[in-house]
């Protein structure tokens, strides 16, 4: 039947079934009763509920218009977990915001090699070597023909063939000479970083100047083999609108993911690198002055 207090009992209302669930009132449950849900209370054996779970007031079920009751957690059964200061040390912003430096420093001047090919108004962020990987194959020819034409030439001296012995020599003298122009070619090659673009020099008689603007360079990679990972070097793609450069593929530079790190640092936040690189300089000021 419906509640006194309630509309007029009308037989046909869809609604009183529920109006009555709802209003029904909870009953007690007694903690002596055992593992189920008391007796008569038409379940089986389960699990008794604490003491201190209750019902809240909740936001109800969605779309079924019910009491809105909803269970409340025991606060004490979900105790606080500590945060340690070696994981809060990554999160951690100065005052100005900037987080912990992700890259490490370089110099702050170009090199007199580099310094002649930069404009007034454009900013330096540093350059490198390639990796001495580089010359290992210079490395390796000198080695075996300093081996193989010192025996040799051992081997005519004893045979009393003069000639033979001092071709053996300017032989030596020669590889080691081209040996001596690969590595001075790697020391005078260069790969350079602006705010504006991405340069390679090289060359010692003549030299070779390839630059890529940034605002143009719409892919950039870098690959590692299982060699290259061993020993910190890898090889640099760029792309610019689909189109073939000079600067398309430098290979052999070292720390790749530090290089790869400052290009895209330099490419989509230059005001961050600003800010980073202004906050060193009054660090470094400040510590001269002390």
Do not use: C
């Amino acid at each position: 039947m419906g509640s006194p207090s309630g509309p007029p009992f009308d037989p046909d209302d869809p609604d009183r079934a529920r109006r009555e669930r709802d209003t029904e009132p909870i009953p007690r449950i007694d903690p002596d009763d055992g593992p189920g849900f008391g007796a008569g209370s038409g379940y089986g054996a389960g699990p008794s509920l604490s003491e201190n779970a209750a019902f809240g007031d909740g936001p109800g079920y969605a779309g079924e218009g019910r009491s809105g009751r909803a269970w409340a957690r025991d606060p004490e059964g979900y105790p606080e977990q500590p945060i340690s200061e070696e994981e809060l040390a990554g999160l951690r912003v100065d005052a100005s915001g900037m987080a912990p430096r992700r890259v490490l420093p370089l110099e702050d001047e170009p090199s007199s090699l580099v310094a002649r090919y930069l404009f007034p108004t454009e900013r330096y962020r540093g350059e490198w070597k390639r990796h001495w990987i580089h010359l290992s194959t210079p490395i390796i020819v000198g080695i075996a023909a300093t081996f193989v034409l010192g025996y040799l030439s051992g081997f005519l001296a004893g045979r009393d063939v003069g000639a033979l012995t001092t071709v053996a020599v300017l032989l030596w003298f020669a590889v080691m000479g081209w040996v001596a122009w690969r590595v001075a070619d790697w020391w005078y090659d260069r790969f350079i970083l602006t705010n504006k673009r991405v340069m390679v020099v090289n060359g010692i008689i003549t030299r070779r100047v390839a630059m890529m603007p940034l605002v143009r360079v719409t892919d950039m990679k870098y690959e590692q083999t299982p060699t290259g990972r061993a020993l910190n070097y890898g090889t640099f793609v760029l792309e610019s609108a689909g189109q073939e450069q000079a600067l398309r593929e430098v290979k052999n530079l070292p720390n790749p993911n530090e290089l790869y790190l400052r290009v895209v640092e330099e490419m989509y936040e230059p005001q961050a690198v600003e800010a980073r690189l202004g906050k060193e300089a009054d660090e470094a000021k400040a510590d001269d002055g002390a």
